[in-house]
């Protein structure tokens, strides 16, 4: 464990130098053993608590391979959690944000694999397709395959959410997409699966579960046709987070019914896992496990019981894909903000920013809120599912070392780096002090989070504008490097990749991890 000297000097010695020391793998990418890896598949999940650019290192990793002429095509498969993930991307001038389908799949030799972990909403699904399609001006029909065995995600497992927050009185809750009943019934048996709203008796199956639940509502003095539920096609249009009753068993089903119709009129359902072993078998595939949420959201490694409820590290690929080792994969990413993390939900971490919203009297922040306030509106800082604002936390090096320790990652793509003003220094977290004053480390867990007191360094920053059009690692700001250089140093974690802007050339790769 780190204490406040070895912090110290590792500071002195990195900011002494003239020249930046190299960052990345070249000097110890050799002592990764390779042999049983897969050519040419890659992993890319959050390292931190979601909405850290996973979405356009994705489309990165996909231009990587499309340059490869050794290759014909790339598989881009998502493995776990839902609607609620929100990855917003940017291409030609052009932006838009994909929920459930894949990243990229709109590009030509690009397919994508919606897997058995999992949980769909076939509505959405629909809605969400024609929006890519238009956005993109892609044709999508057979570009996308989805498992039958992937968790059957309808309006009742969100009307289960609104009980759940009820229940707990508003202390417990997710996006409001249902993720957590999903998977709750399919852990507890019960739930439903793609293959389900595609059998000949899905009316009768889906009515049962209507008529339970009607009962159970009952039981509270509740209507269940009354509930509100997200509209996704309405949220899109006015760009707000825009709610529908979930109305009465006919139109709940006559709603499933034209969904039903477009998955089978797109034949987009299939058995993924003989075309696992067929892609798998095929040198010429380049396969690309697209994570969502964050380690930091895992339910057993992440903040704990504000976490979703898929296994989010980089061994969900095995439950996700029941094909895949995670061993097996070459390239194992995990995406972080560089200087500073975000955060949707009621977690309380200890090194967030209080910053209100909306801020009314900026003359009366703290230098550290103004930093904070900065963050959220330069980087967009609301939800792209929500459109909640996010809290804006101080870098947490621990936190990030653990999570990429505990959900296999091997090394870091570092997004954001244009967000950073010269003149204030980037305050971040090596350790906590415990009410004894003991110095400890992150530990998973929110109630671990309460009373302990981030040890900080100030380090200097840099001008955000800088960075960006900069092509390679020489030419960023040396603070920059130098930042970086004591980033993986005290996570333990090489730097991959950096990026410096929102576009998605605003990418620069880290000689030596890619080469090897
Ligand atoms: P659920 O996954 O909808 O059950 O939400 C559980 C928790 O995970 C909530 O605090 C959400 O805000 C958070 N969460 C879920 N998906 C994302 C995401 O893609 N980015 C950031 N936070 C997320």
């Not at 009621?346 to 904070?372: F, G, H, I, K, N």
Request: hydrophobic share 35%.
């Amino acid at each position: 464990m780190s204490n406040k000297s070895v912090i110290a000097k590792l500071q002195r010695k990195i900011y002494s130098t003239k020249t930046p020391s190299k960052l990345g793998f070249s000097n110890n990418r050799k002592n990764i053993p390779t042999t049983n890896r897969r050519p040419h598949t890659s992993a890319v999940i959050g390292g931190a608590l979601g909405d850290e650019g996973k979405g356009r290192t994705v489309v990165n990793l996909i231009n990587r391979s499309l340059e490869n002429p050794d290759l014909d095509q790339v598989i881009v498969v998502r493995f776990q959690g839902g609607n609620n993930a929100g990855h917003s991307l940017e291409s030609g001038g052009i932006k838009w944000a994909q929920h459930q389908i894949p990243s990229g799949i709109h590009r030509d030799q690009v397919y994508g694999i919606m897997d058995s972990g999992m949980v769909v909403h076939p509505e959405d699904l629909m809605t969400e397709y024609q929006l890519v399609s238009q956005a993109t001006r892609s044709d999508l029909t057979g570009k996308l395959k989805l498992s039958a065995d992937a968790i059957f995600c309808s309006d009742l497992e969100r009307a289960k959410e609104v009980l759940n927050r009820f229940l707990s009185h508003g202390a417990k809750g997710g996006t409001g997409r249902g993720i957590g009943p999903s998977y709750a019934g399919h852990l507890d048996r019960q739930g439903l699966h793609i293959r389900d709203l595609l059998s000949d008796d899905w009316q009768e199956k889906l009515s049962n579960k209507y008529q339970q639940l009607e009962k159970i509502f009952a039981a509270f003095d509740m209507n269940l046709s009354e509930i509100e539920v997200p509209d996704f096609l309405e949220s899109k249009k006015q760009n707000l987070s825009v709610g529908r009753t979930l109305g009465k068993l006919p139109e709940f089903l006559d709603r499933l019914s034209q969904a039903r119709r477009f998955l089978l009129s797109e034949e987009l359902v299939t058995n993924t896992f003989p075309l696992h072993h067929q892609y798998f078998h095929d040198p010429k595939t380049a396969m690309l496990f697209e994570g969502s949420q964050a380690v930091g959201l895992n339910p057993w490694l992440g903040t704990y019981p504000d976490v979703t409820t898929s296994d989010t590290s980089l061994f969900g690929i095995q439950t996700g894909t029941r094909y895949w080792l995670a061993e097996q994969i070459r390239y194992r990413l995990g995406v972080i903000k560089a200087t500073y993390t975000s955060s949707v939900g009621q977690r309380r971490m200890a090194t967030q920013v209080d910053l209100p919203y909306p801020v009314e009297d900026p003359s009366q922040l703290d230098s550290y809120q103004a930093w904070a306030d900065y963050v959220r509106t330069k980087a967009h800082e609301f939800g792209t599912t929500t459109k909640r604002p996010r809290d804006i936390l101080h870098m947490d090096l621990g936190f990030i070392g653990y999570n990429a320790r505990m959900g296999g990652i091997e090394a870091l793509v570092a997004t954001h780096l244009d967000i950073a003003l010269e003149d204030e220094p980037i305050k971040v977290c090596w350790g906590y002090a415990n009410s004894s004053g003991e110095i400890v480390t992150y530990q998973p867990g929110l109630v671990y989070q309460a009373d302990i007191t981030p040890q900080y360094i100030e380090l200097p920053s840099w001008d955000g504008l800088r960075v960006q059009g900069a092509q390679t690692m020489e030419d960023l700001p040396d603070n920059c490097r130098r930042y970086l250089g004591f980033f993986q140093a005290v996570t333990g974690v090489p730097i991959a990749a950096v990026t410096t802007g929102p576009n998605e050339y605003d990418y620069i790769e880290v000689p030596g991890y890619f080469d090897g």
